[in-house]
T-cell receptor, first 116, second 109 residues
């Protein structure tokens, strides 16, 4: 498809389990962003990749959160030892150029994560 | 936390009416963007206004920017039921994109 694809769409995990969320950006897009969105709130920035380089990870809530984009395309957000407060929608977005070029971001439909 | 604040938090109008949403932000910007989010979906980019622009139009959308007041407004004219969604303003700080909490718009048919 032509858009940003995220999988799975829904994930239910027990507290303490590790989860991995996948993002397939639009082909050729340089920039990739991860966001966390709580119910009724706007997206909160987690991390930014320019190609394979993770240039900003200041929004990751704790060292249990880890993101990678090893070949500059697909990205994975991993959460270790999940806690109930990790329950949220995780959104991925990509844009054609470097972030300072101010291109629109194209969003996937997100992964809704529920921690029991 | 989030930089932008949208006002109102929620808005309910009749089809055909205009809807105005406001956004305030805290730091200096190069541009400001507006996005729409339908329930259960990702965000969709609507319009970008640069810091040297005061007003911009796109179809039924009109965006204004007042950098002296650090505020922006989004006007949707002749609203339709399909405009029912959440609307967010976004600014950039370094590598981060910072979204407001959003305005939830409900357009009644």
């Amino acid at each position: 498809g032509a858009g940003v694809s995220q999988s799975p769409r829904y994930k239910v995990a027990k507290r303490g389990q590790d989860v991995a969320l996948r993002c397939d950006p639009i082909s050729g897009h340089v920039s990739l962003f991860w966001y966390q969105q709580a119910l009724g709130q706007g997206p909160e920035f987690l991390t930014y990749f320019q190609n394979e380089a993770q240039l900003d990870k200041s929004g990751l809530p704790s060292d249990r959160f880890f993101a990678e984009r090893p070949e500059g395309s697909v990205s994975t957000l991993k959460i270790q030892r999940t806690q109930q407060e990790d329950s949220a929608v995780y959104l991925c977005a990509s844009s054609r150029s470097r972030v300072d070029i101010n291109q629109p971001q194209h969003f996937g439909d997100g992964t809704r994560l529920s921690i029991l | 936390s989030q930089q932008g604040e949208e006002d109102p938090q929620a808005l309910s109008i009749q089809e055909g009416e205009n809807a105005t949403m406001n956004c305030s932000y805290k730091t200096s910007i190069n541009n400001l963007q507006w996005y729409r989010q339908n329930s259960g979906r990702g965000l969709v980019h609507l319009i970008l206004i640069r810091s040297n622009e005061r007003e911009k139009h796109s179809g039924r959308l009109r965006v204004t920017l007042d950098t002296s007041k650090k505020s922006s407004s989004l006007l949707i004219t002749a609203s339709r039921a399909a405009d029912t969604a959440s609307y967010f303003c976004a600014t950039r700080g370094g590598f981060k994109t910072i979204f407001g909490a959003g305005t939830r718009l409900f357009v009644k048919a």
